[in-house]
């Protein structure tokens, strides 16, 4: 493709666009000749520092800020050079599937678009989700190491996924890929809000900046004349609603307060729970294959997109019976000597600690003993916010490592320790705690094992000294009780 082309495409002039181009690239180290190469200050590095690299290995065009200095390569000048970039990129990278959907929220991002996959693929579509647990397709799941990837992987997997024939993507748009502009430039049907609590406050300034980075899904993402699907039940569901009006996208809300997809009632079962919601005037029982409070509200949200995007709703309902348990969500892992169950769950953030308490809750009738730490170069202050809610719901809680990255795990613990009131017990290694955990387990009683579900590995140390240790806590579970 030629870089005019390219250039008006999207809006740009198309002076001096002769040469052909090969890719994109937002890491020098990856141009190669006949690249366009994304320059831009970033939290570690600035990548201005590196056109003369870029235009060196072969680079065509440099998007980068206007004050940005390029020479020997066509200066594509923008002030918001991810946002020109992205859409530079969405002309290279196609075809696109037809029918792409995004969900944001601080927990059930994963579950969510995990969930509208397998919907979609019951209704017969070729379906994919794109997320934390990487690119999935009916046949396999590949790791991307980001939730939301940059925007090269991101769009280049999903021209890969619709030359195999996927009709339907659901992915994942995490508030530093929405702010960082990693899922642009494609048409986005419709978007979901599931719920907004502490998290990443490192990362962003405030609780009100978090939220408006999610926000840019309903301001700027979807499309015109998308769906926002919103889950009502939330403290921050009003607001959420209130940028669905001002962008004037149609509005399908979910849950006990939601009037499209209305939750009437909820009642646990023991392998799962009955759902009686009305739709469209129809009440309707679902009888959901899957326990506590939180995935019933991520199965709804993700009838809501499905249903958004043009799936037969009877169809959609009739799916929910038949999902599959999402990897490292509420996975029940082991069942120990005694017969107490051992469920891994992905919480990592004080509100789905709370979540995982209460869906195992009304599941035991003895002790819920908890394992958990909090991850290292990430938002400190939900540290004893985490420990606080693991002990208001729990009869025993053990505090343990989680990907200490280039902290002291000692001081990581010692944070969450801090919100426990002394109530809490203290093994740093994961492997003891979580075998302390199960040995300690008796025939009423339930183990919760939270903060790593699906992950392979403790990720310690930072930079080049940076070692990921085989470690997966439903594989740690399994041999602790054999
Ligand atoms: C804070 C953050 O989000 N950082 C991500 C971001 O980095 P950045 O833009 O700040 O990049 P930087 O390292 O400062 O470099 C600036 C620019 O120079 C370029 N560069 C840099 C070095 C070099 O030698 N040559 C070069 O060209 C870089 O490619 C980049 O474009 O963009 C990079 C490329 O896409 C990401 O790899 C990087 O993720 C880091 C590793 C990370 O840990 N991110 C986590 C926090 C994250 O994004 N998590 C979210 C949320 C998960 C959740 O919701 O819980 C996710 O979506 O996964
Ligand atoms: N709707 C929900 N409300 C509250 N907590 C939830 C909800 N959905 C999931 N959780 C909790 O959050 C954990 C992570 O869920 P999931 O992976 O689906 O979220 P996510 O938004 O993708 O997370 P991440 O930010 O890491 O990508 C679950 O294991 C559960 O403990
Ligand atoms: N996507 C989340 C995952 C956190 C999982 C937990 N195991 C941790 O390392 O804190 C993050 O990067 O903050
Ligand atoms: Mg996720």
């Excluded at 926002?228 to 607001?239: C, L, Y």
Aim: proline share 4%; net charge negative; hydrophobic share 45%.
């Amino acid at each position: 493709m030629k870089l005019g082309a390219i250039l008006e495409a999207a809006g740009f002039a198309g002076e001096n666009g002769d040469a052909n181009v090969t890719g994109f690239a937002i890491d020098h180290r990856k141009v190669a000749p006949g690249t366009i190469f994304g320059a831009f200050p970033g939290t570690r590095f600035n990548g201005e520092d590196f056109i003369a690299d870029a235009v060196k290995a072969g680079a065509v065009a440099v998007v980068a800020r206007p004050g940005a200095k390029v020479e020997g390569a066509v200066h594509v000048a923008d002030v918001e050079p991810r946002r020109a970039f992205a859409a530079l990129a969405a002309r290279f990278f196609q075809p696109v599937p037809e029918t792409v959907v995004a969900v944001t929220g601080t927990n059930g991002k994963t579950s969510t678009v995990e969930m509208t996959r397998q919907i979609w693929r019951m209704a017969g579509h070729s379906a994919a989700s794109i997320g934390t647990l990487g690119v999935t397709t009916a046949d396999e799941s590949v790791s991307t190491g980001l939730t939301t990837p940059d925007i090269v992987t991101f769009l280049s997997n999903m021209t890969g996924l619709a030359r195999e024939g996927v009709t339907h993507v659901a992915y994942e748009a995490s508030s530093h890929g929405l702010s960082q502009y990693r899922n642009e430039g494609l048409r986005v049907g419709a978007g979901a809000f599931t719920n907004l609590s502490r998290d990443h406050l490192d990362y962003h300034a405030t609780m009100d900046d978090y939220f408006a980075a999610k926000m840019r899904l309903f301001d700027h993402v979807v499309e015109e004349s998308g769906t926002a699907v919103v889950w009502m039940d939330d403290e921050w569901s009003g607001r959420a609603v209130e940028h669905v009006r001002a962008r004037g996208l149609r509005l399908l809300s979910v849950g006990e307060q939601g009037t499209d997809i209305r939750l009437l009632a909820r009642t646990p079962t023991q392998l799962g729970q009955t759902l009686e919601i009305a739709f469209e005037g129809q009440a309707r029982k679902i009888n959901l294959p899957l326990i506590g409070a939180y995935q019933a509200a991520n199965a709804l949200v993700s009838a809501g997109l499905a249903i958004a995007s043009g799936t037969d709703a009877a169809k959609v309902f009739d799916a929910l019976g038949r999902l599959q348990p999402v990897r490292g969500r509420l996975e029940r892992a082991a069942i120990n000597r005694a017969g107490a169950p051992v469920y891994v769950d992905y919480a990592h953030t004080p509100d789905a600690i709370e979540a995982a308490i209460a869906a195992l809750r009304p599941h035991t009738s003895g002790r819920l003993i908890t394992v958990f730490g909090a991850g290292g170069d990430r938002d400190g202050g939900k540290r004893p916010e985490m420990g606080r809610a693991a002990c208001a719901g729990s009869d025993l809680v053990i505090v343990t490592d989680d990907n200490p990255r280039g902290e002291d795990p000692a001081d990581i613990r010692r944070a969450v320790m801090a919100g426990c009131d002394g109530k809490a017990r203290e093994i740093g290694d994961r492997r003891a705690a979580i075998a302390a955990a199960i040995a300690e387990a008796g025939r009423e009683d339930i183990v919760l094992v939270a903060g790593k579900g699906h992950e392979q590995g403790q990720i310690v140390g930072r930079g080049d000294a940076v070692r990921i240790l085989p470690f997966d806590d439903v594989q740690v579970a399994r041999e602790c009780t054999t």
